[in-house]
């Protein structure tokens, strides 16, 4: 057997283990378990979760880092196959909704006390502005969208995504967060409506 063929099933084992530590992550949140309680419920010797973290706060950065890079993949398959640009701001709220729907209370409370797990999570909120934004200035372009500054509402936009996966959108309002993010689609495309499409609207 090559090198090659025998590193296979090794990576196959770790990428295997990143998605079970994913699941139960997002279920159960991940500041309450040491590693002996991981080794238990995965099943695995504590020496398999160093190959994929030396520490237990590193394997947590190393997991919620997997959670988002599955999750930015999944969206961006999804806008992918939408020409429209408001199909794409559309799309794009409604697969981060859905990203975001297995993320437990627990998930998301200890993803924001821990300090290097909460800047992988802001870089994604940042990311997902910077996406908004640019949705927007392709809108304008097009005309299909009002004149209006991308980089504020792609601000304001990212402002509100923080606040529902954060869970404050929902504590203040009773909002599930996938609701949020339906009635943020709404108001976003509702309000980038050229004035005619508005004032048809209405009539």
């Given at each position: 057997?090559?090198?090659?063929?025998?590193?296979?099933?090794?990576?196959?084992?770790?990428?295997?283990?990143?998605?079970?530590?994913?699941?139960?992550?997002?279920?159960?949140?991940?500041?309450?378990?040491?590693?002996?309680?991981?080794?238990?419920?995965?099943?695995?010797?504590?020496?398999?979760?160093?190959?994929?973290?030396?520490?237990?706060?590193?394997?947590?950065?190393?997991?919620?880092?997997?959670?988002f890079k599955c999750a930015t993949?999944?969206?961006?398959?999804?806008?992918?196959?939408?020409?429209?640009?408001?199909?794409?701001?559309?799309?794009?709220?409604?697969?981060?909704?859905?990203?975001?729907?297995?993320?437990?209370?627990?998930?998301?409370?200890?993803?924001?006390?821990?300090?290097?797990?909460?800047?992988?999570?802001?870089?994604?909120?940042?990311?997902?502005?910077?996406?908004?934004?640019?949705?927007?200035?392709?809108?304008?372009?097009?005309?299909?969208?009002?004149?209006?500054?991308?980089?504020?509402?792609?601000?304001?936009?990212g402002h509100a995504i923080a606040?529902?996966?954060?869970?404050?959108?929902?504590?203040?309002?009773g909002l599930s967060d996938a609701?949020?993010?339906?009635?943020?689609?709404?108001?976003?495309?509702?309000?980038?409506?050229?004035?005619?499409?508005?004032?048809?609207?209405?009539?």
């Amino acid at each position: 057997m090559t090198t090659s063929q025998s590193r296979r099933p090794a990576n196959a084992r770790r990428a295997e283990l990143l998605d079970q530590l994913r699941d139960l992550f997002l279920a159960e949140g991940f500041a309450h378990f040491t590693l002996d309680d991981l080794v238990a419920r995965l099943h695995c010797s504590k020496s398999t979760l160093y190959t994929l973290a030396g520490s237990k706060e590193q394997l947590a950065v190393r997991v919620v880092a997997h959670y988002f890079k599955c999750a930015t993949q999944s969206v961006e398959r999804r806008v992918e196959a939408v020409q429209d640009v408001r199909e794409k701001v559309r799309v794009y709220l409604d697969a981060a909704a859905e990203a975001l729907r297995p993320a437990s209370r627990e998930f998301i409370d200890d993803m924001a006390a821990n300090l290097s797990t909460r800047a992988t999570y802001e870089a994604n909120a940042r990311a997902a502005t910077d996406r908004i934004r640019a949705f927007i200035g392709e809108g304008v372009r097009q005309g299909v969208f009002r004149e209006v500054h991308a980089g504020f509402v792609g601000e304001m936009v990212g402002h509100a995504i923080a606040g529902i996966q954060r869970g404050e959108i929902g504590e203040r309002t009773g909002l599930s967060d996938a609701a949020a993010f339906d009635a943020l689609s709404q108001f976003l495309l509702g309000g980038l409506a050229p004035a005619e499409e508005a004032q048809g609207g209405q009539k």
